[in-house]
């Protein structure tokens, strides 16, 4: 089930908690599936059994907490020994949405794509897990709460990121960096490479291939919602140059054409709307 943070000052940064309580039930016979490259990073916290998975040519088995700040290539995600587990997942900000919780850099964290989430948050998240098993569902999403909100530091916003979505939110003009970068010149008074610099800080990459990540995985998580095969939709609605261009993006992030991707069982599928 799906439990949103309840607290203004979180709900900019945490998207919401998902909270598993039978992986069996929920993935029934497609308990092996991918979750892709993107700019929303997650925890996932193993409440019962553990995870199996393959990612970056390694398998591997854990029940230990992730953090997948973010993810560099396709992620095989098998639930066959994983009972409960939640997923929380922030707000599609890169880096930036972690930035009031962790005391690591975003230039350290972009090694770590997907981690040991102890690494980052300590001890801490093992005795958060350790609670959550204990209490019913309803108490989660406070537990949940309580906790971001005492290790967050309102000073660490990562500022030039949101001035970015804000302005890629409220233009009407098809995907262009260099347009939103002027934008946001203009905003700040900040030159191009004083820009370019913050934000690489506060995410951990450029605001191009942010922005080209953001547009990719939009597209993907619609094609899975909406099984739509019409390819000609997505070039035009999120400003591919054509088909074929927009078909070799998918295939390089996701490492499955979209026609592929219909036919691959995703995370997304089993996600709460």
Known sequence: ????????????????????????DLFQSSRVV??????????????????????LGITGETNKHLLASH???EFLFDAKHLDR??????????????LPFINISPKDLIRKSVCDAEEV??????????????VSEDQMSDILDDWFLER???????FVTEIFNEVEQNKNTSFDSSRSLQAMKDITRYSYSTLERYFKKE??????????LGRYKAAVEEIYDTQNDDWTHYVAKYGYFDQSHFIKEVKRYANFTPAQLLRTPGLRTFRPL
Do not use: C
């Open 152 to 158: 967050m530091d309102k000073e660490s916003t990562g």
């Open 1 to 24: 089930m799906k439990h949103l943070p309840q607290h203004s000052e979180l709900s900019k940064y945490i998207d919401h908690y998902w909270v598993i309580d039978s992986a069996e």
């Open 71 to 73: 993810i560099d290539e």
């Open 85 to 98: 587990f939640i997923v929380i997942q922030f707000k599609p900000r890169s880096l930036s949405a972690l």
């Open 121 to 134: 948050f300590g001890d801490s998240i093992n005795t958060l897990a350790d609670h959550l098993k204990e």
């Open 203 to 212: 995410t951990g990459m450029t605001p191009k291939k942010y922005q080209t």
């Open 34 to 55: 991918y979750d892709y490259p993107g700019i929303r990073p997650e925890i996932i916290l193993m409440l019962k059994g553990k995870l199996d998975f393959r990612y």
